[in-house]
């Protein structure tokens, strides 16, 4: 079992819907997660982290986290075509040297 | 904002050849790293740096070395290149080892090993 599971995708949502973006983590000890937006070619960039149980609201953009079932999520209302990447889900342990570890990512597909 | 400078963007080199990926950052972040990722795969971390002279491998076995001699300086260095390291190097940073502390990545530089 991967430590950090999304599903590859494609996920495909039209322009202006909710596109809803999981991720699931396998070690309890994860204290935070970090979601990142990749465009094809290019490097991560940042989109927002969570660590406390809810939600998280940046913008169009909304982090879900539930300890309990160990489930994260990444909502973006009123996608736009520009939203078309892949998204990466990373969990952060102390307990594991504090690295990062990354999912393999969701491809995401906005369609005008 | 971290600025992370990795040089060169695009490299197309030979078997053989001797190679090393420059990574440069201004923030003064004491940790560092090197991701691996080949096209719509996912990231693997292969060497990791928490200040000067401290260097470990990562996750994914890598025939790469780094060395960090400076805080700003993480350069990974190839002695033999072959075919089975074409991919995408991704150098990264960190301010603190921290919940909240992020990864800040920079562009990248995208390796071909004919």
């Known amino acids: 079992q991967k430590e950090v599971e999304q599903n590859s995708g494609p996920l495909s949502v039209p322009e202006g819907a909710i596109a809803s973006l999981n991720c699931t983590y396998s070690d309890r000890g994860s204290q935070s997660f970090f979601w990142y937006r990749q465009y094809s070619g290019k490097s991560p960039e940042l989109i927002m982290f969570?660590?406390?149980?809810g939600d998280k609201e940046d913008g169009r953009f909304t982090a879900q986290l539930n300890k309990a079932s160990q489930y994260v999520s990444l909502l973006i209302r009123d996608s736009q075509p520009s939203d078309s990447a892949t998204y990466l889900c990373?969990?952060?342990?102390?307990?594991?040297?504090?690295?990062?570890?990354f999912g393999q990512g969701t491809e995401l597909s906005v369609k005008p | 904002e971290a600025d992370i400078y990795q040089t060169p963007r695009y490299l197309v080199i030979g078997t053989g050849k001797k190679i090393t990926l420059e990574c440069s950052q201004t923030?003064?972040?004491?940790?560092m790293y090197w991701y691996q990722q080949d096209p719509g795969m996912e990231l693997h971390l292969i060497h990791y740096s928490y200040g000067v002279n401290s260097t470990e491998k990562g996750d994914l076995s890598s025939e790469s070395t780094v060395s960090r001699i400076r805080t700003e300086h993480f350069p990974l260095t190839l002695e033999s290149a072959r075919p089975s390291h074409t991919s995408q190097y991704l150098c990264a940073t960190r301010d603190r080892d921290s919940y909240n502390s992020p990864l800040h990545f920079g562009n990248g530089t995208r390796l071909t090993v004919t």
């Open positions: 923030m003064g972040h004491d940790k």
């Open positions: 990373a969990a952060y342990n102390y307990n594991q040297g504090g690295k990062l570890i």
């Open positions: 969570i660590y406390s149980n």
